[in-house]
């Protein structure tokens, strides 16, 4: 990891974008890091494009927003479109691996997993996308052990959904 990074987390409501951000914070702060988390969605609560971001750093936060994303991921390609642009170049992408590579990101540094098919297909639970996609944006960016992760997923999961959240970790940490 970096000393500090800034994501941003994109989809679609519903897709568990906001839970995932606030694993990754939670998973930082249990790790002994400095973490914030944040959010934004519009009156869609179902199906309109979701944002949410977090800041993990070594040292103090200063600034708890994210001002310029060093990591986005996308889940649709309606968020990726809203949220994606204007983005520096060394911003690391990763999308999901339905989404068609748009060419205003083509030259970048990006990414692409299955993350959605991989939660139907390997996990059995399409529900389960955002712990998939948590593991993978823990491995891209080595933000925390597993074991870490592990614990932050079991605190913020409902009670009886741990045998499927915790596949969906395993099958996040072996997608790249």
């Known amino acids: ?14 897709q568990g974008v906001i839970l995932a951000s606030v694993i990754l914070a939670e998973a930082a702060i249990l790790a002994g ?3 914030a988390q944040s959010q934004s969605y519009g009156p869609e609560a179902r199906g309109g494009a979701c944002m949410a971001q977090a800041v993990i750093s070594n040292g ?8 310029v994303p060093s990591f986005l991921m996308a889940l649709t390609e309606q968020s990726l479109e809203k949220y994606g ?4 170049e060394d911003t690391v992408i990763l999308v999901d691996s339905s989404l068609e590579i748009p060419e205003w990101l083509a030259a970048r540094k990006y990414y692409k997993a299955p993350i959605l098919q991989s939660a139907i297909e390997q ?17 891209l960016l080595d933000l925390v052990p597993p074991e ?12 009886g959904t741990e045998a ?6 395993e099958v996040g940490m072996n997608l790249l």
């Open 60 to 67: 103090d936060l200063g600034f708890p927003k994210v001002r």
């Open 164 to 169: 499927a959240n915790f596949k969906a970790l």
């Open 85 to 88: 642009r204007n983005l520096p």
């Open 33 to 35: 890091k400095n973490a």
């Open 123 to 139: 996990v059995g639970k399409a529900q389960t996308a955002n712990i998939v996609s948590v593991a993978v944006v823990n491995k």
């Open 148 to 159: 870490v992760l592990k614990e932050a997923v079991a605190a913020r999961i409902p009670k």
């Open 1 to 14: 990891m970096r000393n500090r990074e800034e994501i941003r987390l994109v989809g679609s409501g519903g």
